[in-house]
């Protein structure tokens, strides 16, 4: 908290989060403002996809270009200044060192998500909706995504002399995700997997309201193992050979775990509008169909159909059946090129030695079909359970003063009054230990 680099992200993040909630709300009032005249649009109106997402979007951005400079300050000026020699002197194992050098990152998240947290304060205050649980999945989603940039961070000041090379070394993580992501995006087979690995992805399943076991493996794998690699290269008096083998062996451990955790299908939809889950009768229908099911897919990868079947159909059939195989017939081939063969936009679905196509990518029309080929009867719809959608008329200017305002001169005077309170460590050293 002595230094310059937390204040100064918590300054730039006020007008940030400011902007983009000041934003987020207008459209939303404006939306609502339409679901006065035509209520039938009302249902599609959700505070998490309108409000709280597009804010904390804001925070993201933040959290990777400029949290890694508030985290490098954990581990970088003591090596810049030589301390880190007195410092793993001391009666303390180096992994405790480094997870006191994490908690006191978590220290630094948690201050610096204030802004966000006030922002959804001030919806709540102006009336706004807020469902407990998806807005606490949100939260967490950061949460673990901030402190595996604090990991990838103490990692880079392990293995860097400077802080300055320690920043471009993390910032080479994250923007190189951004690529990743970009350049693999709807990309099948081993290229799918790869990029999984961007760390944007890490938080769309969150803002969708779900919780996925595997990807909360994964991140606090990664986490841990990004943790460990810095307990390692952090002794001065450790030789480089040794450094190399146990960093090999770290890596290995986390590959495997990595890998234990992509196969873990189990989730919780948490979204008040189950957006991730059929209807509660169709699931329970589905939950009795044990053997596997095949979906050839024969589109390509980028068609926007096929990312409404995925959202729709096949992501949600992935969690409630135990054995689903998705295949895209059409690998390789754009758009436009094939177009013009007939089968092209066929989703064929085999179960049970029967098969059937259809070109819809609406589970209405889908799940009658699976029903079909598992010679099960229709299930009659739950009566009930309609997401009711929350519109609220409401400006975002009431809200700018805070954030351009009041905020931002609260937090210079908590930094004037973190300045001048006692430095107990410096007036230590300066009496010789004698207090």
């Known amino acids: 908290m002595s230094g310059r680099a937390l204040w100064t992200m918590l300054l730039i993040l006020c007008p940030l989060v400011g902007y983009s909630f000041f934003q987020a709300v207008t459209l939303y009032g404006e939306a609502s403002s339409a679901a006065r005249e035509q209520p039938a649009l009302a249902s599609g109106l959700s505070p998490l996809d309108g409000v709280l997402v597009p804010t904390f979007g804001a925070f993201y951005v933040t959290v990777t270009l400029l949290f890694p400079f508030v985290a490098l300050r954990a581990l970088g000026r003591e090596k810049e200044s030589g301390a880190l020699r007195l410092l793993v002197q001391l009666p303390y194992r180096v992994s ?7 908690m006191a990152v978590m220290v630094a998240w948690l201050i610096s998500v204030s802004p966000v947290i006030s922002a959804v304060a ?3 205050a102006f009336g706004g909706h807020l469902y407990a649980p998806e807005t606490l999945n949100l939260v967490f989603g950061h949460s673990l995504y901030g402190l595996l940039i604090g990991a990838i961070a103490l990692f880079a000041a392990a293995i860097s002399e ?6 471009i070394v993390t910032l080479a993580f ?24 961007s ?3 890490t938080l769309r399943a969150f803002e969708q309201g779900l919780l996925p076991a595997g990807l909360v493996l994964g991140i606090a794998s990664a986490t841990g193992g990004f943790a460990a690699l810095a307990a390692i290269w952090l002794h001065p008096g450790v030789a480089l050979s040794a450094k190399l083998m146990r960093s090999v062996l770290c890596v290995c451990a986390i590959g495997i775990v990595l890998a234990i955790a ?3 299908k189990t989730s919780v939809d948490l979204s008040e509008d189950r957006r991730n889950s059929f209807p509660a009768a ?4 589905l939950a009795g169909l044990r053997q596997p099911l095949v979906i050839t897919v024969h589109m390509a990868p980028e068609d926007p159909r096929y990312i409404d079947l995925q959202r729709n159909v096949l992501s949600k059939l992935e969690r409630i059946l135990p054995d689903v195989t998705v295949r895209l017939a059409t690998i390789g081939q754009t758009v436009v090129g094939s177009t013009s063969e007939e089968s092209y936009g066929e989703v064929e679905y085999s179960y049970g030695g029967r098969s059937a196509k259809s070109r819809s990518t609406s589970h209405r029309e889908v799940l009658p079909l699976l029903y079909g080929l598992a010679a099960m009867p229709i299930p009659a719809p ?16 009431d809200a700018l003063p805070w954030f351009l305002g009041a905020l931002p001169l609260l937090i210079v005077v908590t930094w004037w009054w973190s300045r001048r309170a006692p430095n107990i460590p410096s007036q230590f050293i300066e009496d010789g230990g004698q207090s």
Not at 96 to 102: E, F, P
Not at 162 to 167: I, K
Not at 174 to 197: C, E, N
Not at 282 to 285: F, G, K, P
């Open 96 to 102: 405790t060192l480094i997870g006191a050098k994490m």
């Open 122 to 124: 001030i919806w709540s």
């Open 162 to 167: 400077s802080s300055a090379t320690a920043a």
């Open 174 to 197: 994250t923007i190189s995700s951004w690529v990743l992501d970009f350049a693999l995006a709807g990309q099948p087979g081993v290229l799918a997997w790869i990029s999984r690995l």
């Open 199 to 201: 760390l944007t992805q």
């Open 262 to 264: 992509t196969q873990l």
């Open 282 to 285: 169709d699931e329970q229908a």
């Open 382 to 397: 739950a009566a009930g359970g309609d997401f009711p959608g929350y519109p609220l008329v409401v400006s975002g200017w």
